[in-house]
């Protein structure tokens, strides 16, 4: 069965840490996105990969940055987590007629 | 900008009636996705739309390339169908998503 996985489901951490969090995928998906999902704002695009090594911005970049550094691994970093991070934090992979997401990670800043 | 528009934003419905969630896009694609997510869960993919109708179980999904509309029909509702439902469209590699539909049937 095909996966991606997030390495944590809940995570709580403190103003000013440096946050990771991990995405793998097993099915040799180029293309890699990290999303966040708040209440009435839906889906929304933090950044994504199309292959190793290469990032994109997405629609809402500031406070993150990713590291892609194999095909199958995918991360997003919190450089100094703020209160308005906390969130629920979605990664998906995908080529063009499949998509597939993670289950989430659900992030609390404190 | 909002390249893909979903209504309602709420739907709640007694169990066993028949229920359209529509969406709504701006952008030329070249797939459709119809997304599940369960409170607290993670999110499922329904449907892959690129043109017609698709159909598993209660389920249906339909689009309309020309109108640059899609609506996800479900018959016979039950409580388990509770969920946000999410129109997504597909551009190239890029993905652009709708807020959502929260559905709530109720028994």
């Known amino acids: 069965d095909v996966k991606v996985t997030q390495s944590s489901r809940y995570l709580v951490k403190r103003t000013g840490e440096k946050v990771f969090l991990e995405c793998v995928q097993d099915?040799?998906?180029?293309?890699m996105f990290w999303y966040r999902q708040d209440p009435g704002l839906g889906l929304r695009l933090i950044y994504f990969?199309?292959?190793?090594?290469?990032?994109e911005k997405g629609d809402i970049p500031e406070g993150y940055s990713v590291s892609r550094e194999k095909k199958e691994r995918f991360s997003l970093i919190l450089e100094s987590a703020s209160t308005n991070q906390t969130s629920m934090y979605l990664c998906?992979?995908?080529?063009?007629?499949?998509?597939?997401f993670g289950s989430g990670t659900r992030l609390t800043v404190v | 900008k909002n390249e893909v528009e979903q209504s309602p934003q709420n739907l709640t419905a007694q169990e066993g009636e028949f229920i359209t969630i529509n969406c709504s896009y701006s952008?030329?694609?070249?797939?459709l996705h119809w997304l599940q997510q369960h409170p607290g869960g993670g999110i499922v993919s329904l449907f892959m739309?690129?043109?017609g109708k698709k159909k598993h179980g209660r389920l249906i999904a339909t689009i309309n390339i020309q109108e640059k509309h899609s609506s996800l029909h479900i018959t016979a509702s039950h409580p388990r169908d509770s969920a946000v439902y999410i129109c997504?469209?597909?551009?190239?590699?890029?993905?652009?998503f709708g807020t959502g539909t929260s559905l709530t049937v109720i028994p």
């Open positions: 739309l690129s043109s």
């Open positions: 997504a469209v597909a551009t190239g590699n890029q993905f652009y």
């Open positions: 998906a992979s995908a080529r063009l007629y499949g998509y597939t």
């Open positions: 990969s199309y292959d190793v090594k290469m990032k």
């Open positions: 952008v030329g694609i070249s797939a």
């Open positions: 099915m040799d998906h180029e293309n």
